[in-house]
């Protein structure tokens, strides 16, 4: 098991290597090897507004946003999403996808179910929670490791789902089934 945990870690720490060669601007946390402990993380951010639904912007006065921090040492993504305006909240999940496109989900970060959205949203995902994909464009979401590489090169997204359940869709703030509030995730 501590085999598997330090292989990850190496491996977690190459992706970041290459990623920093792309974007210079990248700030990674914890690979220093030293096996202390404790600092493996990096934190991602997101804004959410209707202006970024693909493939149709949607109106709407609601807005939100978010941290995803990537544990490598937990081997988890914890995702803190605060909203504001939004009615009939039905889903909220993480895609794979550029910003000009929409891609399918990766992550169920809310569910019918799930009770009523909260204005602050938490949630932890594990590798087993992942649903693979591929994004229209070809961007690939097939294991975990992979995830947290297309979220740190910015090709994921949050995309919250509302539904007032009348037809016709897509009649409002409340009322946009394939999204009313989207964000890319980036540094
Ligand atoms: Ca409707």
């Not at 909220?92 to 569910?111: C, K, N, Q, R, Y």
Request: proline share 7%.
């Amino acid at each position: 098991m501590i085999g598997f945990i330090s292989k990850k870690k190496k491996a977690w720490c190459l992706a970041g290597g290459i990623a920093a060669l792309l974007a210079p601007a990248l700030s990674l946390t914890g690979c220093d090897g030293g096996g202390g402990g404790g600092d493996n993380v990096v934190n991602m951010r997101s804004t959410l507004d209707g202006q970024q639904e693909r493939p149709t912007p949607r109106a709407t006065p609601a807005s939100g946003s978010a941290i995803v921090q990537l544990n490598a040492t937990n081997n988890t993504i914890e995702v803190f999403v605060n909203t504001q305006g939004l009615t009939n909240v039905v889903a909220a999940h993480l895609h794979v996808g550029s910003t000009a496109e929409a891609g399918p989900v990766i992550f169920d970060l809310f569910v019918p179910g799930d009770g009523v959205f909260p204005a602050r949203l938490r949630k932890t995902l594990t590798p087993a929670n992942l649903k693979p994909g591929t994004s229209p464009s070809g961007i690939t979401a097939n294991s975990f490791d992979e995830v947290l590489n297309r979220i740190q090169e910015g090709n994921t997204y949050i995309n919250i789902h509302t539904n007032d359940n009348v037809a016709p869709p897509n009649s409002g703030p409340g009322d946009f089934p394939g999204g009313e509030i989207r964000g890319q995730v980036v540094r």
